[in-house]
């Protein structure tokens, strides 16, 4: 024992640890609280009002939904316990080791936070390893990063290291603390023990006060595996018996436009300020689209995804296959190559469309990704970006040319290709993440293309209420400009079907759910009034709250609808609310029909 060690304080030395102990712990958190503008804030924010001691000590000591800096790591709180306890420890080298196993926590708790605030899912190393891996560089390029922005990043994380060993030397001195300092050490590491003891896999959950690297690894890991099992199942499984070939026909067939918006999410319902602007903008467009004879269906519909993965959410819908991890997607990209899944496209191309798809990026893909795509989903003609004969500038993420010109671009296109039926598929580029810049919505389309400076990009270091303010006016063009592209379709026999992809990142909360908006829009009423047996109410706005449709959903639904308005009378395929049947390996469980 170090002599005077019975010393019950050892100021400024007890200071300093403190001090230590709690900016450590606190750099662990600055990032979730630094990316989560909506929740995060600096202090813990406790409800005293109405609550029991009971119910205050549990957030004081336990559970917190907003992430705050007053947290803690349990592993630190016991090691640095059993630093001051036990001199052998206290050595240079395991010093070393705690600052490298630190900086192997900051990491970690760094990755949650990314997925917690931008997906709104735990990490689970399986499903976002490729995300990680084949989406950085593409990242990269596409959000414009400098050479001086890999230089800052670089020089920050060696700035941490220095710091955070800076700081080990204050926590972990080689003389020790006072006695007072080791008492209450020990006290927070019982109470740590007596968490572990009772409530294990909690432990794991980010809302946790006092949270563990060694119970987020387990769950991690064990959901990697459920994943996995998952993945293995898509491998080993068939495709969906839809038993359509040849038992439906259309008599009728109208072109079909499926376009998802990007970020177009049901928080606008659920934000005061958003909610009635929302409502003034979608009943200045409803009005609209009935002055021309355009009728309105809107359901919300629980997406796969929060936050990003576009893909695998239109996927979803169009395969009717509720498809939520990368590694999902990725296995069946792999398995139907050369066709055999019943989606939508092959429906329709059964039935003697041709299938028409749009991606506006300027960053591309190698032309064998394209076909192993086109070949995925089935697509006759992909129009990709060199084939719009743009010269404009380019906006926010990609960059894209304004949506505004790619959509009427591609219509064109489509009726100078083709005579007969048609399905057109695109996914919308300018309310992608940043949402800034915007392009202006003109009277004529192509007016907007003719040369000019490319706009500057957004910053990340803008204020919240900036960035709150981006994503709206992002979503304010984006409706303007869907509602301008329906009121100028020339066929009137038109069926349009728009989508929210996915929840928008950084200024959604989790509470906000997994749910977009969904609109049938067509000039036949009775096709567009057969969707409110499903859930679906009269025009733009949905004002209950809760979700009546599941993306996986709309495959069966639509083909059922469309063979009621327009088939030959036979009898109806039936809907499936949770996606097609899927012949389970070694089980006989299937999707139950509606």
């Not at 084949?134 to 700035?159: C, D, H, K, P, Y």
């Amino acid at each position: 024992m170090d002599s005077g060690e019975a010393s019950l304080w050892r100021l400024p030395s007890d200071l300093g640890f403190w001090a230590s102990f709690l900016a450590l712990h606190a750099l662990l958190f600055l990032p979730v609280v630094l990316m989560d503008r909506e929740d995060g804030s600096l202090l813990p924010v406790v409800q005293v009002s109405g609550r029991s001691l009971e119910q205050i000590w549990l957030q004081l000591a336990v559970w917190r939904r907003e992430p705050d800096l007053l947290r803690f790591n349990s592993e630190i709180v016991v090691f640095v316990a059993l630093w001051t306890l036990f001199r052998p420890l206290r050595h240079v080298v395991v010093r070393r080791l705690f600052v490298i196993a630190y900086l192997f926590l900051f990491f970690y708790y760094l990755y949650e936070g990314a997925s917690l605030t931008f997906f709104s899912v735990e990490p689970v190393f399986y499903t976002q390893l490729r995300m990680a891996t084949e989406g950085f560089s593409f990242f990269l390029q596409n959000a414009r990063v400098t050479a001086a922005f890999v230089a800052g990043t670089a020089l920050l994380i060696v700035g941490g290291a220095v710091l955070v060993g800076r700081l080990t030397q204050i926590l972990l001195p080689e003389k020790n603390v006072g006695s007072a300092t080791r008492g209450v050490l020990v006290l927070l590491a019982l109470l740590v023990t007596v968490q572990a003891v009772l409530s294990s896999e909690l432990l794991a959950r980010p809302e946790m006060v006092f949270s563990s690297i060694s119970a987020k690894l387990v769950r991690n890991i064990g959901e990697s595996r459920r994943v996995f099992q998952e993945v293995r199942q898509i491998e080993t499984s068939g495709a969906p018996s839809t038993d359509e070939s040849g038992r439906f026909s259309l008599v009728e067939r109208p072109p079909v436009y499926i376009i998802f918006s990007e970020s177009y999410g049901s928080v606008l319902y659920k934000r005061n300020d958003w909610r009635v602007r929302y409502k003034e903008l979608t009943e200045r467009l409803e009005q609209k689209l009935e002055e021309s004879g355009w009728h309105v269906a809107s359901a919300l519909s629980l997406a796969p995804t929060w936050g990003g993965g576009s893909w695998m959410s239109y996927t979803s819908a169009l395969f009717g296959l509720r498809i939520s991890s990368d590694p999902q997607y990725y296995a069946l990209l792999d398995k139907y190559q050369a066709g055999g899944y019943p989606d939508l496209g092959k429906f329709l191309k059964g039935q003697g469309y041709q299938y028409f798809r749009l991606t506006a990026l300027s960053m591309g893909l190698p032309e064998s990704q394209w076909q192993k795509y086109a070949s995925f989903y089935g697509v006759d003609r992909w129009l990709q970006y060199e084939d719009l004969e743009f010269v404009g500038p380019e906006y926010g993420w990609g960059p894209a040319p304004p949506d505004q010109y790619s959509l009427n671009f591609a219509r064109e296109k489509v009726h100078s290709e083709t005579d007969g039926p048609y399905l057109f598929f695109t996914i919308t580029q300018n309310s992608h993440y940043p949402w800034a810049p915007q392009p202006d919505l003109v009277e004529s389309w192509q007016q907007l293309n003719k040369p000019g400076p490319a706009p500057p990009p957004s910053s990340e270091l803008i204020e919240h209420v900036e960035r709150r303010q981006n994503y709206w006016n992002a979503i304010e063009y984006q409706l303007e400009v869907l509602a301008d592209f329906v009121l100028k379709e020339p066929d009137e026999r038109a069926i349009f079907v728009l989508v929210g992809d996915h929840q928008p990142p950084r200024v959604s909360r989790r509470e906000d759910g997994w749910d977009t908006p969904i609109h049938i829009i067509a000039k036949d009423a009775q096709f567009v009034a057969s969707f409110m047996e499903y859930g679906f109410t009269n025009g733009l706005a949905v004002w209950d709250p809760e979700p009546t449709f599941r993306h996986e959903g709309f495959r069966s639904l639509f083909v059922r609808q469309l063979l009621a308005a327009y088939g030959d009378g036979a009898e109806l395929p039936p809907y499936f609310p949770e996606g097609l049947p899927v012949p389970q390996s070694g089980s006989g469980s299937e999707s139950a029909p509606h």
